[in-house]
């Protein structure tokens, strides 16, 4: 087949094509490989948007919602066994087995090559093969990067539209350069035992088969802007993190840049778009990424960070006008709702909605949902997918090409014990080594179980892509190329009482803490030295209005209990374990002195 002969919405096609030869030549093979009826050129305009739109609720991929509640909002229901991120089913692939490391699936480059040329081998007939240029971070970032991704999917296109900037901005960018990363994607027939969602970072190139959820076929999301980016990272000089950026202005106007990792379903997006409570007049939180931070050094000293997605493609369930207003304020139009609940007549709920559920509800598999079955009417990890232009605290600074300078970097897991509210590391090193440590209960975000803590560096473990002993070292030696270092905080909102309650209540509240993290970046907040970091007192925090958090409640909060923290230890060496022969001197220093002072 010859592209030449492609179709699109418009029939614009000298305009839509590049004239990259790598492009091109490139798109040529693949289209020999997999033998779609048609392929389609995508140029990320308004046009074309209601084109597949229409398309879309034609072949039932999705079902529109009540216009009037939800304007140019959809639904889609997902395979029930395609709901998650498959860990099992992920490969980095690279010559030597080392490169990938002991925590990534790994399989010889060739060996998947033919694996997958087998089942992508015809898999497009009868099918639309759709061209998805894309640009993953502002327009003349020289930080952003370009990819292309080849799927037969009209559900990921649509929601690559949304999630990254689509259509001429990308081959403007790439020009006649063959520095792009090489995406292919196809559903097939949804089979686990044929899903795999392999990464070639030696190539830049991403294959995925067999899956159609959004972290596994939306290629430009963890694919690209994690695993193959953290791998350019470490070979380009810059870092390529599972964090969002905010922006913290205080009453006098002053701008501070704060990075945070939190693993999926730990509150990243809520953080990202909080609202600071009514005592903080004057203070103002601004969005400017909620998931996936690229930092570089830049000429000034400072640490530079950029969002590289254009949208938001964030949990449901727990979202709410209490938890997070600006969320919600962001979905309530042209969104894409995956696997949540939905009425017959198009509205949309989830547990934790701030409605009760209303009756005749449709549950996520399509199902007439009941109450007492026990079961939930949403999917614990059903999604939204929404421009970042909807959300109202949007940062002015999102689109800058020169990205925001950090000068805080945040870690933080969901813990019920062990961990305090809040402590600052004693330095950057013990700032890596307690990133590298942290841990956190398990959610619905990845299958498996739910609830068990599990050790996920910088957030990072699943999305890594080369050697994660490499990555701590890449850390550590960043050391060397930043000027003004960012400080470095872990914060745990989840820590539980006797009783079984949260100590902390969260949400709006978290400003207090970010407060207490700004001050001490600045200078301006006092702490007290312990054996794990610098931690504030009672006195230390802004602490008005909240009348239930006494001394002693705060002084429990803050507890390091040193037989926990033994037990903290242990648990950390099953990681460190496994990569020990790969593991940075300075790591086993810090842990070294951790004991030490415990």
Known sequence: MNPLQAISSQGKLGKLQPNNPFVLDWIQKTADLVQPENIFWCDGSEEEKAYLMEQAVKQGVLIPLDQ???????????????????????????????????????????????????????????????????????????????????????????????????????????????????????????????????????????????????????????????????????????????????????PEGRKTYVAAAFPSACGKTNFAMMIPPHSYKGWKITTIGDDIAWMKPAPDGRLHAINPENGYFGVAPGTNLKSNPNAMKTIARDTIFTNVARTPDGDVWWEGKDNPPPADLIDWKGKPWDPRSGEKAAHPNSRFTSPMKNNPALAVEADDPQGVPISAIIFGGRRATTMPLVFQAFSWFHGVFVGASMGSETTAAAVGSVGQVRRDPMAMLPFCGYNMGQYFDHWMEMRRHIEILPRIFHVNWFRKDGAGRFCWPGFGENMRVLEWIIGRCHGQKDAREKSIGWVPRFDDMNLKGMEEMTRERFDEMMKIDPEEWRNELVLQNELFLKLYHELPKEMIYQRELLVARL
């Open 68 to 250: 009037k509640k939800w304007p140019g909002c959809h639904y889609h229901h997902s395979n029930p066994n395609d709901v998650a991120r498959v860990e099992q089913c992920t490969y980095i692939c690279t010559r030597r087995q080392k490169e990938a490391g002991p925590t990534n699936n790994w399989m010889e480059p060739k060996a998947m090559r033919q694996k997958l040329q087998a089942l992508l081998q015809g898999s497009m007939k009868g099918r639309t093969l759709f061209v998805i240029p894309y640009l993953m971070g502002p327009s003349g970032s020289r930080l952003s990067k370009v990819g292309v991704e080849l799927t037969d999917s009209i559900y990921v296109v649509l929601n690559m539209r949304i999630m990254a900037r689509m259509g001429k901005v990308a081959w403007d960018h790439l020009g006649n350069s063959e520095d792009f990363n090489r995406g292919t994607h196809t559903v097939l027939d949804c089979n686990p035992e044929r899903r795999f969602i392999s990464h070639f970072p030696e190539e830049n190139e991403i294959i995925s088969v067999g899956s159609g959820y959004g972290g596994n076929a939306l290629l430009g999301k963890k694919c690209l802007a994690l695993r193959i980016a953290s791998y350019l990272g470490r070979d380009e000089g810059w870092l390529a993190e599972h964090m969002l950026v905010l922006c913290v202005q205080d």
